[in-house]
């Protein structure tokens, strides 16, 4: 155990089947070896104290580069790779930045990592979950069942934050800023087929899942974070929405307000890459491809680097988190007005979750993910606020993001949860 965090030696329990972003190559033969748990409350460096309880677990983090290329072991007992689970809030700490509101799930940690070792045995998990948290203690269980969504600020008050972005924009506070706002509804019955549900949306990248004593997260995300392959950290931030369409499709490529915006975060995370020590120039690979997730299109572009030099693990989340995405520009300005603005704390969504392993590493974005804990079910959606945007438009589209998820948990529908 390291000081400021919560470090377990006994078995891992309630890990998810295929952990996000683990390689193909050791699904089906890892298990749950041993998990590392941080709170705010903890305080501490939560990047360097992860980064020492991986290191000192067997999982070199210190150096990337040596993770990135190194051979990947597949002996029985062998460290395979940790989940990851970083909040919004974490990465905030992790820069000095404002963490935002009291999270509505102050339950689940800030920072979750369940190492994982190899085993001689193709374990044959399914998609079955263990029990997960809020569901009846009966034989059988109730019926799965979710209540009346509750939402944590009405329409007007969502746009009216929209209003103040444009206010603090035109104060030269900020250029741009990542607006979420937050529903839950009271739930009976097994979450678990409700959250695989989410977990398997078109386009959900880092489709997964990953659960504690009393509490789940589902992710549907289709953004990366932070990836680092063959010697290269590569970012591939979303930013811009439209309906999967071929009218949808041609507004997003059309639109110079959506691609204003997402430039300007493409300038961020070329930033955020540059001042890390030991990466080599930054290139833009790719820019504003449309991908769709779900029924929505969306604009995705692809950041890199080479690493040339030590890089580890603490630095890297240090210079992503939170994501540029869902944050804005200048980063620690924007995390001042959203914890301004916003009526509670993100919790588990705007963060990141993924995988920590021998010879990659692969985060995720914690956008279109969901919680559930003490009976209840929670929801985030927003998205970027610019000059140039209509607050009525604004709510629309947190709105339209929310929709497919929403779906999705309420049952299984007759056009695969389209």
């Known amino acids: 155990m390291f000081h400021g965090g919560r470090g377990y030696d006994h078995c891992a329990t309630g890990a998810p089947a295929v952990p996000p972003g683990s390689p193909a190559s050791c699904q089906r033969r890892h298990r749950p070896s041993c998990r590392y748990e941080w709170y705010l409350s903890d305080g501490g460096d939560p990047a360097e104290l992860l980064s020492a309880w991986l290191e000192n677990n067997g999982l070199p983090v210190r150096k990337l580069v040596l993770t990135a290329s190194s051979f990947h072991p597949f ?53 079955d979950l263990p029990a997960l948290p809020g569901g009846d203690d009966v034989s059988p269980p109730a019926p799965w069942s979710i209540g009346a969504w509750q939402d944590s600020w009405t329409r007007d008050e969502h746009a009216d934050a929209v209003r103040a972005v444009h206010e603090a924009i035109a104060r030269g506070d900020v250029y741009q800023v990542n607006v ?14 409700a959250l ?91 820019l504003f491809a449309v991908r769709r997730w779900s029924g929505l299109w969306q604009a995705e572009s692809q950041v890199s680097a080479p690493i040339e030099g030590d890089l580890g693990l603490a630095d890297l989340l240090r ?24 009526p509670v704390g993100r919790g588990v969504a705007m963060g990141a979750l993924g995988w920590v392993g021998t010879n990659h590493v692969d985060l995720g974005l914690t956008i279109r993910t969901v919680a559930v804990t003490g009976g209840r079910v929670h929801l985030w959606a927003g998205g970027g606020i610019t000059w140039d945007s209509d607050p009525d438009a604004e709510v629309d589209e947190a709105a339209a993001k929310a929709g497919p998820i929403r779906a999705a948990l309420a049952g299984p529908t007759r056009h695969g949860n389209e």
Do not use: F
């Open 75 to 127: 002996g029985a007992g062998t460290v395979c790779g940790s989940s990851l689970y970083v909040s919004a809030a974490a990465g905030s700490v992790m820069i000095g930045g404002a963490p935002g509101r009291p999270s509505p799930v102050p339950g689940i940690p800030d920072v979750v990592a369940v190492l994982y070792r190899h085993t001689d045995d193709d374990l044959d998990r399914g998609d």
């Open 196 to 286: 695989q549900r989410v977990t398997k949306l078109p386009g959900a990248r880092y489709g997964g899942i990953l659960t504690g004593r009393d509490w789940a997260i589902a992710t549907a995300s289709p953004e990366t974070l932070v990836e680092v392959r063959d010697g290269r950290v590569i970012t591939r931030p979303i930013k811009g929405t439209r309906p999967a369409t071929a009218e949808g499709r041609r507004e997003l490529l059309a639109s110079a307000k959506e691609r204003a915006e997402h430039v300007m975060i493409v300038d961020l995370e070329r930033n955020d890459l540059a001042r890390l020590n030991g990466v080599g120039p930054v290139d833009v690979d790719e």
């Open 180 to 193: 979420v706002g937050h529903v839950s509804a009271p739930y009976t019955g097994d979450p678990g087929p």
């Open 319 to 342: 210079a992503v988190c939170p994501g540029g995405s869902v944050t804005g520009a200048p980063k620690l300005a924007a995390l001042d007005v959203i914890a301004a603005l916003e």
